[in-house]
């Protein structure tokens, strides 16, 4: 499917595989970034926002990453801890 987006008045044409709105909301997040951004910066061009603002969006998936990969070691642990509690208390049928 063919979807058409604007950002920062500029229409897109973007080709996907579903009805489009995820690419839609993404487009207008990214818009809503970048003219955040340019609002904050009133001296930088549009390429330089647009520099900016892909940094600032690394950036948080970078620490989304960081803190989902802290949670998943934790529920590891947690897990862990759990099955070892069970075979405590779970009779083994080996023996």
Do not use: C, W
């Not at 892909?54 to 802290?70: D, G, H, P, V, W």
């Not at 897990?79 to 075979?87: D, R």
């Amino acid at each position: 499917m063919n979807v058409q987006i604007m950002i920062r008045g500029r229409q897109f044409n973007v080709r996907t595989d579903d009805d489009g709105t995820k690419i839609r909301t993404m487009a207008k997040e990214l818009d809503s970034k970048l003219t955040e951004q340019a609002n904050r910066a009133r001296t930088f061009d549009e390429h330089s926002v647009a520099i900016i603002t892909a940094l600032n969006i690394l950036s948080e998936s970078f620490l989304m990453r960081e803190q989902l990969s802290e949670r998943v070691e934790e529920l590891e642990r947690e897990l862990a801890s759990v099955i070892a509690m069970l075979e405590s208390v779970i009779p083994n049928e080996d023996s």
